[in-house]
């Protein structure tokens, strides 16, 4: 929380996201150059945070920009990404989202069906042009994660399924305007165990000797996201992406001449982004004590849909510790960010930051209630802009 704009906070109406843009432009060049290194190339994933701000910093550190719909792509383009350097994803692509793929000319879609495949060059064959693909194969590989995020096995929607390699290699003979590029793996989020990546690996290696030796000219290789943050330690613990990057460095054996490719969400954003509250109440309940927050489950979904830990401070008391239940105040009982947590004694209008929610955190808010969405403030600027604190100034 080093140099936070404490006096600032308390003239803004909460909830809002404050973005700490010295530690996210942090992690990104850490990152970057733990990335290059290894000749390895980011696209950032921009379902963990879609922020216009924060994607123009993705941008400037060089990283391409991975996509799941319609309208990220838009904004993708919008915030300068080349074409060349997006990606579209995505188990449920609608027909207009692969047309505007083609359309683009992106350097991927990454295709998790042999049904989508089809269409894909139906609609390529409508637009008289040939579609740049890669195939998502899922590898049947435990990202031993939450069982919500987790992706690469056999029992999830997602990716081609090893037992129709044989159908997939037999229906692309078939098909005019499909380019396959190479083959895309992402086996799940928030990965903590590294040793899963080494799994993935030689999980990749045989897949992709595989699709050589039937005569595939492949030349990218996309190895998903995945790598977890440590939400129990908000302010010193960077996502350790050199070790990431070098369990692939040391396990991969695909050829020196592919190009190969990451897309990383949560451990490039995660960290840089607060949930700031206000407490409402501290409510004396039979059993426990609450504090009431107005920050709810509509503004972080996280704990309400994982069960997800994230640092809660009070910023406001620096009295002795008590034990409460945190929660928000919308009618559900999943609307809870941390039970039994120790923290200051609060009292009313204390000011909270939930810490580490900058990615899957404002983008996953709700109006749910007809409560508004947040707002983002950023350390480097809004928070300071005079016409900012006006419009957002309500102090309860
Ligand atoms: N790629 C794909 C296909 C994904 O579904 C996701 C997120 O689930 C990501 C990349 C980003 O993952 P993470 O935020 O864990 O790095």
Redesign the pocket.
């Known amino acids: 929380m080093k140099n936070w704009p404490l006096e600032a906070f308390t003239k803004v109406k909460t909830p809002f996201y404050f973005y700490d843009m010295d530690m996210l432009n942090e992690h990104i060049t850490i990152a970057s150059n733990a990335a290059i290194k290894y000749n390895y190339s980011i696209h950032y ?1 921009i ?2 945070n879609h922020h216009f701000r924060v994607l123009k910093e993705m941008k400037n550190a060089g990283f391409g920009v ?1 996509c ?1 719909s319609e309208n990220e792509l838009l904004e993708a383009l919008n915030a300068g990404f080349s074409p060349s350097k997006i990606l579209l ?1 995505g188990v449920g692509k609608t027909d207009n989202e692969i047309r505007l793929a083609i359309s683009h000319s992106i350097k991927a879609i ?1 295709v998790e069906s042999l049904e989508e495949l089809e269409v894909i060059n139906e609609l390529a064959i409508e637009l008289a042009t040939c579609a740049q693909v890669a195939l998502r194969i899922n590898p049947n590989v435990n990202a031993y994660t939450h069982p919500s ?1 987790t ?1 690469g096995l056999n029992e999830n929607k997602f990716g081609i399924s090893l037992n129709k390699i044989n159908d997939l290699i037999a229906l692309v003979k078939n098909l005019s305007h499909i380019k396959i590029i190479g083959l895309h793996f ?1 086996i799940g ?2 990965i903590e165990d590294l040793s899963v990546f080494k799994t993935l690996s030689l999980k990749v290696n045989e897949v992709w000797s595989f699709f050589i030796s039937a005569g595939f000219k492949l030349a990218y290789l996309n190895l ?4 977890g943050v440590d939400y129990y330690s908000p302010d010193n613990s960077l996502p350790p992406f050199e070790k990431y990057f070098s369990v692939f460095n040391e396990f991969l054996n695909v050829g020196h001449e592919t190009k190969i490719h990451f ?5 490039l954003v995660a960290h840089s982004g607060n949930l700031i509250s206000k407490v409402l109440y501290v409510k004396k309940g039979d059993e426990k004590d609450f504090l009431i927050l107005d920050a709810g489950m509509t503004d972080l979904m996280r704990p309400a849909l994982y069960q997800s830990y994230h640092q809660i401070n009070n910023l406001s008391s620096k009295e002795e510790d008590h034990i409460y239940d945190i929660v928000g105040p919308i009618c559900e009982s999943s609307d809870t960010f941390a039970t039994k947590r120790s923290l200051p004694k609060a009292s009313r209008y204390n000011l909270v930051a939930i810490r580490s929610a900058g ?1 899957y955190g404002q983008v996953m808010s709700s109006n749910y209630n007809l409560r508004p969405s947040p707002k983002a403030l950023f350390s480097d600027d809004l928070l300071f802009s005079e016409s900012l604190q006006t419009e957002l100034k309500l102090v309860i």
Do not use: C, P, Y
């Open positions: 994933a379902k963990a991975d799941v994803a990454h995020i992706t992402h989020s928030q998903g996201g995945g790598l897309e990383l969400g949560r451990s990615a």
